[in-house]
């Protein structure tokens, strides 16, 4: 049995933590929000994750010093943009190699940093990892069969952790390509709002599968050069995760594009979603990465045209649908 410090009570958080106290472990579950934790503590149960319930042997706790000191690990499951925050809020009660999990899906867009590389900036000490993959919380919740990999410096961290997280319907795999996983989760998030857009706009499978298969491309192509490696992108924090968000109705970011397809603003979409859209925030680290390191990712470039200047949805679709002529793979030679 290992004691877990959930830091984070959305709707990942809790399922994670059902997971976990699942496999035997002692977890201890935190929130900013005093009206979070006082609701959790009495229904033991989100309203954004009907029929989730917390087991009674987790402990729901306002108290950060409470949630951290002392745990074998530590889940970061805060949204993206408040990862930087919340991770220095902890680092004041994390012992030297503490191992820190991120479960959070994005790009720092001030330092286009990784969720990783910021929570190491502000937790030195600390032995962080990630968890990442095709994995809704409303289904790992349910204990639906589930398949993630988790990324770390070490074999030995990545085992270590995969023991902690596997149960029957929930299969982990390691990896040391902790870049690589950063950057497929983050930047599926906003293809899937291009998706949600095709979606919206009332257009088909074809669509769908243009967008998944160019938009992992774009994905790869930009993870490799900042040194990711290629069988990564073709795995579950990659094309899996791209494949999920892009489906399923479960994905906010989808929900999102849908309606910006069908003529709500961003800000009115975030709204109606009413829950982070991580693809919006995503965004622009995206595009600062592509012109950062000089690689073509025209459907990124796209979605912030119609996220944040005012393009309609169709126009960015007969765009890509009209640049240049190219071949599809480069590096495959003629006869």
């Given at each position: 049995m290992a004691k877990i410090g959930m830091i984070g009570a959305g709707s990942w958080g809790v399922a994670l933590a059902v997971l976990l106290e699942q496999n035997g472990h002692q977890v201890t579950i935190w929130s900013a929000l005093e009206k979070e934790v006082q609701t959790l503590i009495k229904?033991?149960?989100?309203v954004s994750l009907p029929g989730v319930r917390l087991s009674e042997n987790v402990l729901v706790t306002a108290d950060l010093e409470t949630a951290v000191a002392g745990q074998d690990v530590l889940v970061l499951a805060v949204a993206s943009a408040y990862t930087r925050e919340v991770a220095y809020r902890v680092a004041k009660f994390v012992s030297d190699r503490q191992k820190v999990v991120n479960v959070a899906k994005g790009i720092e867009e001030r330092t286009l940093f990784t969720l990783s590389q910021v929570i190491e900036e502000e937790i030195p000490c600390a032995d962080v990892a990630v968890l990442s993959g095709p994995?809704?919380?409303e289904e790992v919740g349910r204990g639906l069969p589930t398949t993630c990999v988790v990324g770390a410096k070490t074999k030995e961290t990545a085992e270590y952790l995969q023991n902690i997280f596997m149960s029957p319907v929930f299969r982990v795999y390691t990896s040391p390509d902790i870049l690589g996983i950063e950057v497929g989760a983050a930047l599926k998030n906003v293809i899937a709002l291009a998706a949600g857009i095709a979606d919206g706009l009332g257009y088909g499978d074809n669509t769908k599968a243009a967008l998944i298969t160019r938009g992992i491309a774009e994905i790869a192509r930009l993870g490799m050069k900042m040194?990711?490696?290629?069988q990564t992108f073709t795995g579950?924090?990659?094309?899996?995760?791209?494949?999920?968000?892009?489906?399923?109705?479960?994905?906010?970011?989808?929900?999102?594009?849908?309606?910006?397809?069908?003529?709500?603003t961003m800000e009115e979409a975030m709204a109606e979603v009413k829950m982070v859209v991580e693809g919006v925030y995503s965004a622009k680290a995206a595009l600062g990465l592509a012109q950062k390191y000089e690689v073509e990712m025209p459907i990124i470039e796209q979605v912030n045209q119609v996220l944040f200047y005012g393009k309609t949805a169709s126009e960015a679709?007969?765009?890509?649908?009209?640049?240049?002529?190219?071949?599809?793979?480069?590096?495959?030679?003629?006869n």
């Open positions: 229904t033991r149960e989100l994995s809704h919380a040194g990711g490696k290629l579950l924090s990659g094309i899996g995760d791209l494949i999920v968000t892009c489906a399923s109705m479960h994905s906010r970011n989808r929900r999102a594009g849908i309606l910006i397809g069908q003529g709500k679709v007969t765009e890509l649908m009209l640049r240049d002529k190219t071949i599809e793979h480069s590096d495959l030679p003629w």
